[in-house]
Nanobody, 124 residues
Framework: QVQLVESGGGLVQAGGSLRLSCTASGRTFVIRAMGWFRQAPGNEREFVAAISRSGGSTNYVDSVKGRFTISRDNAKNTVYLQMNSLKAEDTAVYYC?????????????????WGQGTQVTVSS
């Protein structure tokens, strides 16, 4: 079973940047698409970004386009989320997830393994 561990969260001022990392154990990491979701208090878990197995295809929720970048390093079993120009509304727990296919997915039901989450807090 794949285990996912996120890191890189923290407290940042509005306009600042953070880079989240998600490291996976297990050989199946390199053959699956990966994604990031987030959940703010009182809200549903929301899709943020996803990347295909090769890294050649990505997808983002409209609210983060142009500010967030998802990438992966298959040699390191790691996926990243670079977050720039952060806003107070980006405050949430961010979760890394592994898709059940090689292609980019956006629905939570398309992901079968989840990390424990890392808190991102943006002060205004």
């Amino acid at each position: 079973q794949v285990q996912l561990v996120e890191s890189g969260g923290g407290l940042v001022q509005a306009g600042g940047s953070l880079r989240l990392s998600c490291t996976a154990s297990g050989r199946t990491f390199v053959i699956r698409a990966m994604g990031w979701f987030r959940q703010a208090p009182g809200n549903e878990r929301e899709f943020v970004a996803a990347i295909s197995r090769s890294g050649g295809s990505t997808n983002y929720v409209d609210s983060v386009k142009g500010r967030f970048t998802i990438s992966r390093d298959n040699a390191k079993n790691t996926v990243y989320l670079q977050m720039n120009s952060l806003k107070a509304e980006d405050t949430a727990v961010y979760y890394c997830a592994r898709a059940n296919s090689q292609s980019v997915a956006t629905l939570a039901a398309s992901f079968d393994s989840w990390g424990q989450g890392t808190q991102v807090t943006v002060s205004s």
